[in-house]
């Protein structure tokens, strides 16, 4: 896209608001995700949805299931992982024309999905267990394959020169059949575009795949350069985890929103096992209940109005809608205090441990931060059966287990 391009994401009509907004983040002090961005910068997707770019390919979601040797398992999960990073910070510039902002979410907001297709059901819960600081707690799993991804993310933003964000949280794979656990670390990104008004994500840094198993994965995220460089470029590398990456067992190398080559061996090595094409692999439809079956603290039902007046262009609207919600909450926040209690998560508990992350995280020096998350967050089985079985509750009559 040429610099004449980038630029007419602009519309004129708003380049004063533009320059107006990118000079007041380069002076503000805190967190960047609570300021308030232009209208045509907005999102009508909450940050709730977005623990659904986890699994837009269910069929390479379950692949490491299948495989009997635990060096190919970590190899089929870190190439999964790769193939999230396209939907996952890719996906919304490229159908937008910009990254927007997403809504923040609401606590106890949720969003319920599933996927059906040759891997046969795969299931989504997503819920908002922290507004301060914000932190999205999610549940993936396939029952058929024995395959479940549980996690949580809240996300930092800083300003220097760029845009910067640091994603605080972990995820974990886990394999029924093997009884098998992979702690996936989540990498730091930056936005670029910004001059131009064409803003995108960069990923950076380096993120880690580390397993019970024995096996570690090494990920390496670099973008272009004023002077060489390709963007989304990536380098991963698979070795015993008493090892170094020097003993790599497989290589990948790349661009995670193109294609990237699967190696034995090396970087240099010609051994070829396969090349992958984030372009050419389609995703699989989500399926979400229809809004008037979705229960009060669904997201596509409570920011309904909000998504509407954004799709209008209207921005009264927006704002007295988006104040709505806001103010209800304050004043449920408000209650809650007075009474001496605390919002009851519906799906998630805050953990006292976490014995599975202290285990595996060791071999990658890697710190929880709980204080960083509000807690520890984990998937609660006997709240999920408990809401999965009550009569009257609207989005579990859509979404239980069959």
């Not at 380098?235 to 995670?256: C, F, H, M, N, R």
């Not at 909000?306 to 704002?319: E, P, Y």
């Amino acid at each position: 896209m040429s610099s004449a391009d980038t630029a007419s994401a602009v519309p004129p009509q708003s380049r004063g608001s533009w320059s107006s907004f990118l000079k007041s983040v380069a002076s503000f002090n805190g967190d960047l995700s609570s300021m308030t961005a232009p209208p045509f910068i907005l999102s009508s997707t909450s940050l709730t949805e977005f623990s659904s770019y986890w699994a837009e390919h269910p069929r390479l979601f379950v692949a490491p299931a299948s495989a009997q040797d635990p060096a190919e398992r970590a190899l089929l999960v870190l190439k999964w992982f790769l193939s999230t990073l396209k939907q996952q910070y890719a996906s919304r510039s490229e159908k937008l024309g910009s990254e927007k902002k997403p809504l923040n979410p609401f606590l106890g907001e949720l969003f319920l999905g599933k996927w059906q297709d040759d891997a046969g059901t795969t299931q989504l819960i997503s819920e908002q267990v922290s507004h301060h600081p914000p932190v999205t707690a999610y549940s993936i799993w396939n029952d058929q394959h024995g395959v479940r991804l549980s996690g949580y993310c809240g996300q930092k933003a800083s300003f220097s020169r760029t845009i910067n964000i640091k994603q605080v949280g972990h995820a974990v794979f886990h394999i029924d059949s093997f009884d098998e656990d992979y702690l996936i670390t989540l990498p730091s990104l930056h936005i670029e575009g910004l001059i131009t008004g064409s803003p995108y994500i960069e990923l950076n840094s380096k993120s880690y795949i580390t397993s019970s198993s024995g096996y570690t994965a090494k990920i390496d995220y670099s973008g272009k350069g004023w002077l060489s460089g390709k963007r989304n470029s990536v380098i991963a590398t698979v070795y015993p985890s008493d090892k170094t990456e020097k003993d790599a067992l497989y290589t990948i190398d790349g661009q995670w929103t193109d294609q990237f080559t699967i190696r034995k061996g090396s970087i240099k090595s010609k051994d070829i096992i396969e090349t992958y094409d984030a372009k050419a692999n389609k995703t699989t439809p989500l399926s979400v209940a229809p809004v008037e079956q979705q229960g009060e603290l669904e997201s596509r039902r409570a920011w309904q109005k909000v998504a509407q007046a954004i799709a209008r262009g209207d921005m009264d609207t927006t704002g007295r809608e988006k104040s709505l919600i806001e103010n209800q909450q304050r004043e449920l926040r408000r209650k809650e205090k007075e009474d001496g209690r605390e919002w009851e998560r519906r799906y998630f508990t805050k953990a006292e441990s976490w014995p599975v992350f202290e285990k595996l995280a060791k071999s990658i020096e890697e710190p929880i931060e709980a204080d960083k998350t509000n807690g520890v967050w984990d998937f609660d089985v006997r709240k999920f059966e408990q809401w999965a079985r009550a009569p009257g509750r609207g989005e579990w009559e859509w979404q239980r287990r069959d």
